[in-house]
């Protein structure tokens, strides 16, 4: 990971495909500037990557230790009507959620 | 121009753990919507994953299963894409270090040859819940019973080239997991998934055509219908100068025909990263040769212990492997009726084919090892003939009783008694006088021939039962 050559850029076109895929609205007004914002963080990005990585292992987790494993067993109960008690539209044991269709 | 499909598989395996992959949910299919939901299943704020050991174990078998290596540190990533069934906004999943590396096994093809199919990676993640389009007023409603069900995902390499070799990876890999007890590899429940990628190249070629994607087809007929279906549809395109498309496809069973999925510009941006909530997974090694311990026999080594231990052809040995409850009926049937030829003979013949007949596995067979076994016992010390043994069959089939009980009830032992005997044929004789003359006059060669005629008749004068070797005796004497 010693690449040094990509300079960051970012289009406002990349912006609004990042903000549908996150599902965040940016008002027409506002990319520019976000587009502008985000720029200047890939361009600290790019001052990370100037630097000599080679005999570095990647981290996925900065913490030094490693995931313990649970039994298979079942500790959890029914707990429905608690949860369901808090959503918005539920019927029939069913979560209602605004129509999708694939 | 003649097309050469490519295919790869990614088969999506229900693991069979009491418990989901990151909560103690229980993974009971067909329970009550949402009642298997936990705060983890759903997303509560500030609930942590903590990973199933049985989840691990069994994607290890799996991969040792396939003489795979395997992932000693395995890192989770997150899939990021918004579903109302996927209540995080991401699927828990491993994309850079997967569980299992890669991998291969050997395939059978319906002509009795065999192949060996790479496997890709097999990786672990959780299953999303489950959204029912039924009209509720307009919405969607979910069910999160499913979500957070431990999923092996086993990526093939693109070695398949037809619907009849995908057919024939999916029928041993599911042999293979359902052997390893890691699956219940129940189709019709959704225990295992498979999405198909397909592409054609001119025959001969070896560069990659452009890929479709086929999700989410759930039986062994729709994948072999999804996959011809595609080829047609591809060479087609192909065949008037136009190019195939890169897309994910969904397969139609009622209409025969794939046809692409809708939203499909922004459906392949994931966006991994690994999961924060976990830390790698490191297995010792000692830890990997104790699973390896408890591998049983796999299907391929059974199969060829069968072609060994019992004198039978790669394909019958095949046959009577490819699902474990089936092999052992069969060693259980062959151990009692101690004849391992015949035992093979009948539970391929006799047996599959009735249990096809009527749409059943092994598991739910009327007719026990046991009762199989004594069947072929009697045939073996002539009690009934071949022929009276298929009779006794259907009736054991439809709950008569063991062979002895249907023998002794229908009267179907095989008459052996003399006197009982001669009294037929001499009635066969006198009924006979044109055929009498006939072997009288006719010399040793044609009488040898002749003389069926005779025990045919004695034998339908019995009803089947008359022990041919004792009529043929009889016969010869009383016609001198």
């Known amino acids: 990971m010693s690449d040094t050559s990509t300079k960051p850029s970012i289009d406002p076109d990349e912006i609004e495909k ?76 069913l979560y209602l959620v605004p129509k999708v269709i694939e | 121009m003649q097309w050469e499909p490519v295919i790869g598989l990614e088969v999506h395996l229900q693991l069979a753990t009491r418990s989901k992959i990151f909560s103690g949910s229980p993974t009971t299919f067909g329970a009550e919507p949402n009642t298997q939901a936990s705060a983890v299943d759903l997303a509560m704020p500030g609930m942590l994953p903590v990973l199933n050991e049985q989840a691990v174990r069994f994607a290890v078998m799996f991969g040792l299963g396939i003489g795979a290596e395997i992932g000693k540190r395995s890192v989770f990533d997150r899939k990021n894409y918004f579903y109302p069934d996927l209540p995080k906004g991401y699927q828990i999943s491993q994309f ?53 069900t431990p999923l092996l995902e086993i990526v093939s390499e693109p070695d398949l080239r037809n619907a009849a070799e995908a057919v024939a990876y999916l029928k041993a890999l599911h042999s293979l997991v359902t052997y390893l007890g890691i699956s219940d590899g129940n189709m019709a429940e959704g225990s295992m998934r498979c999405d198909i990628n397909i592409s054609l190249r001119p025959a001969g070629s070896d560069t990659l055509g452009t890929r479709a994607e086929i999700k989410n087809v759930n039986s062994f007929r729709f994948v072999e219908k999804a996959i011809q279906h595609e080829i047609d549809r591809q060479s087609d395109i192909l065949d008037d100068g136009g190019q195939v498309v890169q897309e994910t496809r969904l397969y139609d069973a009622d209409r025969n025909e794939t046809r692409p999925m809708r939203s499909k510009e922004v459906a392949n941006d994931y966006r991994y990263f690994p999961e924060p909530d976990l830390l790698p997974v490191v297995l010792e090694d000692a830890w990997i040769e104790a699973v390896r311990e408890t591998l049983p026999e796999l299907p391929w080594e059974k199969r060829h212990r069968f072609a060994n231990q019992y004198q039978l052809n790669d394909y019958d040995a095949g046959v009577l492997a490819a699902s474990r409850p089936l092999a052992d009926y069969f060693e259980a049937v062959a151990r009692d009726a101690g004849d391992a030829k015949i035992a093979a003979n009948w539970v391929q013949v006799e047996l599959l084919g009735r249990l096809n007949r009527d749409e059943r596995g092994i598991e739910s067979c009327p007719v026990p090892a046991t009762h199989l076994a004594q069947l072929i016992q009697r045939i073996l010390d002539n009690s009934i003939s071949g022929k009276i043994a298929k009779q006794v069959f259907e009736a054991m089939w439809a709950g008569e009783g063991d062979a002895d009980t249907v023998i002794a009830a229908r009267g179907l032992k095989q008459v052996s008694d003399t006197g009982e005997l001669e009294a037929m044929v001499d009635q066969v004789i006198a009924g006979s006088a044109a055929q009498v003359e006939q072997y009288l006059a006719a010399d040793e060669g044609k009488r040898k021939k002749l003389v069926g005629y005779f025990v045919g008749q004695v034998m339908k004068l019995s009803k089947g039962q008359a022990n041919p070797q004792v009529v043929n005796e009889l016969l010869a004497r009383k016609l001198g």
Not at chain 1, 36 to 48: K, Q, Y
Not at chain 2, 121 to 138: I, M, N, P, V, Y
């Open chain 1, 18 to 93: 990042i903000a549908t895929l996150a599902r965040i609205r940016i008002a027409g007004d506002q990319v520019a500037g976000v587009t502008h914002r985000i720029a200047d963080i890939l361009a600290m990005v790019d001052t990370l990557q100037a630097a000599d990585t080679t005999d570095v292992e990647p981290m996925a987790n900065p913490l030094d230790a490693v995931q313990t494993l649970r039994a298979d067993e079942v500790t959890e109960t029914n707990r429905r009507e608690a949860f369901q008690a808090i959503a918005p539209a539920v019927e029939n044991g």
């Open chain 2, 96 to 148: 850079s270090d997967p569980v299992v590396g890669r991998g291969h096994f050997e395939i059978q093809l319906e002509d009795g040859s065999s192949r060996e199919i790479g496997i890709t990676r097999a990786h672990l993640e959780e299953d999303a819940g489950k959204s029912l389009h039924e009209d509720f007023h307009g919405q969607t409603g979910i069910d999160l019973n499913r979500a957070g």
